[in-house]
């Protein structure tokens, strides 16, 4: 599965969008862009996936570019309760059916007041 | 959503002695689970791969004798870590697959163990 980078760590102000880059650039055509986000002390909780469209949930959206290299999750109104570690995970159509999921260092997210 | 439990969620042990956690899909049935460890400010690393039925699957640098997996239901997977000692101290955190989404991949996620072994 292609690897990812994102940004170690990241502040947004409560009521802002947080805007959670990770670049994903040797993705391959059968590769999915999954988000997860980790509350201290919790297990992962599933935000949203894509195969190259773009996705909004009601949790968050989806932005995946063009050529599939990078992708940016965006929330809308971040709240404090969004803090968390953000993981973006790449992982190939035959993981998904494994439901493997390698998890990288991802992107602390402090929303502050 | 798909509700994965795990039990205990906190556990104290001596070192020497063996505890086991457990791991169950309250809402649909799970041929597949994955068991997860995760030291302080650290990220999570796959442990190894539970299928009901068959034995778990490890990954690299995991000991199958000292990590005790067993997935005897299609709801239930269960660790036993032996022996314990203070190293094996950490955040457990256990998933399901839930293949009543096609298609999807999701993976849903237990709310962790923390085994402290003194």
């Known amino acids: 599965d292609a690897k990812t980078t994102q940004p170690p760590s990241m502040d947004c102000a409560e009521g802002r969008a947080a805007n959670l880059p990770c670049n994903h650039s040797t993705i391959s055509g059968n590769e999915y862009v999954y988000w997860y986000r980790q509350i201290h002390s919790q297990g992962p909780q599933y935000i949203i996936h894509?195969?190259?469209n773009n996705e909004t949930n009601e949790m968050a959206s989806l932005i995946i570019t063009e050529d599939r290299k990078s992708s940016t999750l965006i929330l809308p109104h971040a709240t404090l309760r969004d803090t968390a570690v953000y993981y973006c995970i790449v992982r190939s159509a035959g993981s998904s059916n494994t439901g493997k999921l390698i998890f990288g260092q991802g992107t602390t997210l402090q929303v502050k007041p | 959503g798909a509700v994965v439990s795990q039990h205990p969620s906190r556990v104290i042990c001596k070192s020497g002695t063996s505890v086991k956690i457990e791991c169950r899909s309250l809402d649909f049935q799970a041929t597949t689970m994955f068991w997860y460890r995760q030291f302080p400010k650290q990220s999570l690393m796959l442990m190894a791969t539970?299928?009901?039925?068959?034995?778990?699957?490890?990954e690299q640098g995991v000991e199958k004798d000292k990590f005790l997996i067993n997935h005897a239901s299609l709801t239930l997977s269960t660790l036993t870590v032996t022996s314990a000692h203070p190293e094996d101290s950490s955040f457990y955190i256990c998933s399901a697959l839930d293949r009543g989404r096609p298609g999807t991949g999701e993976l849903f996620f237990g709310e962790g163990s923390r085994l402290t072994v003194l």
């Open positions: 894509s195969l190259k």
């Open positions: 539970s299928n009901e039925g068959s034995k778990a699957t490890y």
